[in-house]
């Protein structure tokens, strides 16, 4: 093509053109069209670059959690500063309450996106789970006989405690309302006995005190808590007496939030072991849920990041090697939430899975518009192709014009003409108002007119001089032969 454009030019200075000569080749339209191209692949990788980055921008969960100094509260520390060293997809920003109640009431209120609450209370409706935190266990003892107390008035069985003194490790009601079930079930109206609480810092004390007759703890199993407190009532090397909940079955039954297990032998230490065998007791789990609404992509992306921190802490922090997947049943007491149902089923979706129908249709849309942008800018240039078009037929006519010329005035004239056709042709073509193939018929159409007219010069310069005078006088004199 660039060829093409020196040809034309170099025919358009046959005629005598200004002397400065002809202005400098119009840039090629493959060109332009190339770097439109080039602008248009750098805008969708532009698109894409952005749309990426603002999907797998950090998101920042809140979760709550609570009491202070609780173990929940550490195994959240540990995971928020294991989620900002990892530069996970998802962080979290602790917020402390006053129990697993409370957090349940902030995650009701839409005030948290996460919390940690305990499966024997009230789940908020818009909650749904993520991961068990840990299960806890139940821990029913009585201390040795202080020295000069009978033996026939010490607790051996649940059925027992009935007109006794009960102690409960930790403020929280749950716990109460925890030691009101077993009571229940044994027939005991929790009226007959005597509660009273104490704060977990402070049972070890008040055990070695002697303030209750029996005690109840609720805790994981290796809880340093209940470990400590069991220690505390070992007297004089007597050992505590654990009673056994013989009917966690039935309890599980009728409340699905518990399970039957059983406590194995040696679990809280010492010499002899505490407990000498297996003490059948009831649990409950610690969960962490999520508000219903949250992203799926969000929640998956957290409980990936969970259970991956779980084993890269286990050695720094034992109790996330408590931390397990979710009951994804349909009849679960917590229904799981979808992002993370994907994450135990092995379908969790990748940046093209979530986004490739977007991807695909914003290509698509792309395509349309730049079919739409190409017909319009087409359509108002129409009237300059019709122009051209007309330009090409008048070139046509000046061939037949050409060879009945009777003067080199004439052709003179016409050529200039025509050089002002082709100028206004390179325009058209810059432009894009007209293609190569255009530009190719008006070359032809072009080499024919330069022909017609050296044919027709050559044919005059032959005449004699006399006759090449009268009729350029004439045509000075008429414009006309």
């Known amino acids: 093509m660039n060829l093409n454009l020196k040809r034309l030019f170099a025919r358009s200075t046959t005629g005598g053109l200004d002397p400065a000569g002809p202005p400098s080749p119009p840039r090629s339209a493959l060109r332009k069209a190339t770097l439109i191209t080039l602008a248009g692949v750098l805008a969708i990788v532009g698109a894409l670059a952005g749309g990426y980055y603002f999907a797998m921008r950090p998101v920042t969960l809140r979760i709550a959690v609570g009491p202070g100094g609780s ?29 697993a109640r409370a957090s349940a009431e902030a995650l009701a209120d839409g005030k948290v996106d996460l919390a940690i609450i305990r499966g024997d209370l009230d789940v908020p409706k818009n909650a749904q789970a993520v991961a068990t935190l840990r299960k806890n266990v139940v821990v029913l003892w009585v201390p040795p006989s202080a020295k000069g107390k009978k033996a026939g008035s010490r607790i051996t069985k649940i059925s027992q405690l009935a007109g006794h003194r009960i102690g409960v490790v930790g403020r929280t009601e749950a716990n109460v309302n925890l030691l009101h079930v077993i009571l229940q079930q044994y027939g005991i109206d929790p009226a007959k006995v005597e509660i009273v609480q104490f704060p977990a810092g ?7 005190n002697q303030r209750a007759d029996a005690y109840l703890a609720a805790g994981p199993v ?12 070992v007297k004089d090397g007597g050992a505590p007496t654990f009673l056994a909940i013989d009917s966690a079955e039935a ?25 000498d065998d297996d003490v059948k007791t009831i649990s409950f789990n610690h969960h962490v849920v999520a508000r219903k609404g949250i992203s799926d992509t969000t929640i998956a992306a957290f409980t990936h990041q969970l259970f991956a921190a779980r084993q890269q802490l286990l050695a720094e922090f034992p109790l996330t090697a408590k931390i397990e997947t979710p009951d994804t049943d349909k009849d ?8 993370a149902a994907a994450f135990v089923d092995g379908e969790e979706k990748t940046f093209l899975d979530r986004y490739s129908d977007y991807i695909w249709w914003g290509l698509m849309a792309l395509s349309a518009t730049g079919s739409i942008g190409a017909w319009f800018a087409g359509y108002l240039k129409k009237d300059e192709r019709s122009n051209n078009s007309s330009l090409r037929e008048r070139l046509l006519d000046m061939i037949a014009a050409a060879r009945k010329s009777e003067t080199t005035e004439e052709l003179d004239t016409m050529q200039a003409e025509a050089d002002n056709i082709l100028r206004d042709t390179l325009h058209c073509f810059e432009n894009g108002a007209i293609e190569e193939g255009s530009l190719t018929a008006f070359n032809i159409a072009l080499e024919q007119f330069h022909h017609a007219v050296a044919d027709r010069r050559a044919l005059l310069m032959s005449l004699p001089q006399n006759l090449r005078t009268a009729s350029s006088a004439q045509f000075r004199a008429t414009g006309t032969l």
């Open 332 to 339: 679960a007491a917590i229904p799981v939430h979808p992002g």
């Open 202 to 208: 402070e049972a070890a004390d008040a055990i070695r």
């Open 222 to 233: 290796n809880s340093k808590i209940t470990a400590e407190s069991i220690a505390a009532s």
């Open 251 to 275: 309890i599980a039954q009728n409340h699905p939030v518990y399970e039957s297990t059983e406590i194995p032998a040696g679990t809280f230490g010492g010499a002899p072991a505490r407990p």
């Open 71 to 99: 173990d929940d509260v550490k195994v959240v520390q540990t995971l928020t500063q294991a989620f900002a060293q990892t530069h996970g997809y998802v962080r979290l920003r602790p917020v402390q309450t006053d129990g």
